[in-house]
């Protein structure tokens, strides 16, 4: 299993920017499909942004759509998550995932990927 460590939350006001990085270690990172999650108080994990082993598909639901971007650079082990707009409603901890699989279906099911990282707090203030 994959080791990811999440950094770059923190606390920006509504109509701001962030991006969050995730560094993987302990795998081949450039097999893994990877996502982005959030969690909020009093509510489940949420899928928020995928991209494929490759890079070369993503995926957003419709309530991030046009506002985040995922990347990944595999030459250093990193994933990111560049969140513009910001909205009150996005603050939440965001985790990433990691899931072996060389193709480009992005699933959206916490339950399907197998290695997560600690969690970076990322408040929007109003």
């Known amino acids: 299993q994959v080791q990811l460590v999440e950094s770059g939350g923190g606390l920006v006001q509504a109509g701001g920017s962030l991006r969050l990085s995730c560094t993987a270690s302990?795998?081949?990172?450039?097999?893994?499909?990877m996502g982005w999650f959030r969690q909020a108080p009093g509510k489940e994990r949420e899928f928020v942004a995928g991209i494929s082993w490759s890079g070369s598909n993503t995926y957003y639901p419709s309530p991030v759509k046009g506002r985040f971007t995922i990347s990944r650079d595999n030459a250093k082990n990193t994933v990111y998550l560049q969140m513009n707009s910001l909205k009150p409603d996005d603050t939440a901890v965001y985790y990433c995932?990691?899931?072996?699989?060389?193709?480009?279906?992005?699933?959206?099911?916490?339950?399907?990927?197998?290695?997560w990282g600690q969690g970076t707090q990322v408040t929007v203030s109003s």
């Open positions: 995932a990691a899931r072996p699989f060389i193709g480009t279906t992005i699933v959206t099911d916490t339950e399907l990927y197998g290695s």
């Open positions: 302990g795998g081949t990172f450039s097999i893994y499909a």
